[in-house]
């Protein structure tokens, strides 16, 4: 599976981006699609994630109510949008994909470790 992230950019805090992440062709039964970023000197976050098989999504804390993710299946892609940006999520923002689907699950939550498959990433910058 590849994954190829796009729609980053350079923005004023208070507007909006929306970043999508394009796969290719995956049979697995179930599958998951989480967004991640790094900022400079940070370990890769999770942001958040949607379950292939039911829609469900998910989100940390920091980013309820301001990000939304969703997915076009006839287009093999994951949107994420993004409002209201504040300088705090200036990172490279990236995308991979749990070829099981448990990492993303309204019991368990998001689960870090279960994407192990990646994009090369799309670089947000948020100006104050």
């Known amino acids: 599976v590849q994954l190829v992230e796009s729609g980053g950019g350079l923005v004023q805090a208070g507007k909006s981006l929306r970043l999508s992440c394009a796969r290719s062709e995956f049979t697995g039964r179930d599958y998951a699609i989480g967004w991640f970023r790094q900022a400079p000197g940070k370990e890769r976050e999770v942001v958040s994630c949607i379950r292939g098989s039911s829609g469900w999504a998910g989100y940390v804390d920091s980013v309820k109510g301001r990000l939304t993710v969703s997915e076009d299946k006839s287009k093999n892609t994951v949107y994420l949008q993004m409002n209201r940006l504040k300088p705090d999520d200036t990172a490279v923002y990236y995308c991979?994909?749990?070829?099981?689907?448990?990492?993303?699950?309204?019991?368990?939550?998001?689960?870090?470790?279960?994407?192990?498959?990646w994009g090369q990433g799309t670089q947000v910058t948020v100006s104050s």
């Open positions: 991979g994909i749990d070829v099981y689907g448990l990492g993303c699950s309204p019991v368990a939550g998001i689960t870090k470790g279960a994407f192990n498959l």
